[in-house]
T-cell receptor
């Protein structure tokens, strides 16, 4: 059974800092890995999708990497802004399912 | 593109009543739709997978007679919570996929907050 872990559960950083959010998964036989953003009481916004054959994806200030063999993915946020404050979830796609981590709640202080 | 809507965005109902939640893909045809449930401070848990024109596949522990799913067209899936109880109060989110299964990206709706009194 796939298990996805995101540690820490919460993170607070000053504005402008570069930061890395970690995601680990137990079953390396995944098809893809997705990172989402969720604002309080809202749905999910897809940030980046990495197919299993890819190593990384970039979108603006965001860069996500995938290392299947070690069961890890990281989301790098450059020059963080208060507007980046949200919960970030990763999800591993395998066996026709997406398995989500519990998310990391990020707070960027002005 | 790839926009998914849900209706209603929130609903409050009395215990014992049934509630229907709609999930629509607005600008694409979704062969597969997924229903998730999220409790406060918890992750999204997959409830069921539905393919257009066929019966939904439910995850272990999800009562199919309580959570009725209908995927009658390529743009609409509905989740009906029958005889709702307070423990069914949760955030329900649907997603839609362009293709079969997990090989294609899932696009998520904005969610529906259900409160059962």
């Amino acid at each position: 059974k796939q298990e996805v872990t995101q540690i820490p559960a919460a993170l607070s950083v000053p504005e402008g800092e570069n930061l890395v959010l970690n995601c680990s998964f137990t079953d390396s036989a995944i098809y893809n890995l997705q990172w989402f953003r969720q604002d309080p009481g809202k749905g999910l916004t897809s940030l980046l999708l990495i197919q299993s054959s890819q190593r990384e994806q970039t979108s603006g200030r965001l860069n996500a990497s995938l290392d299947k063999s070690s069961g890890r993915s990281t989301l790098y946020i450059a020059a963080s802004q208060p507007g980046d404050s949200a919960t970030y979830l990763c999800a591993a796609g395998a066996n026709s399912k997406l398995t989500f981590g519990k998310g990391i709640t990020l707070s960027v202080r002005p | 593109g790839a926009v998914v809507s849900q209706h209603p965005s929130w609903v409050i109902c009395k215990s014992g009543t049934s509630v229907k939640i709609e999930c629509r893909s607005l600008d694409f045809q979704a062969t597969t739709m997924f229903w998730y449930r999220q409790f406060p401070k918890q992750s999204l848990m997959l409830m069921a997978t539905s393919n257009e024109g066929s019966k939904a596949t439910y995850e272990q522990g999800v009562e199919k007679d309580k959570f009725l799913i209908n995927h009658a067209s390529l743009t609409l899936s509905t989740l009906t919570v029958t005889s709702a109880h307070p423990e069914d109060s949760s955030f329900y989110i649907c997603s839609a996929s362009l293709g079969q299964g997990i090989y294609n990206e899932q696009f998520f709706g904005p969610g529906t907050r259900l409160t059962v009194l």
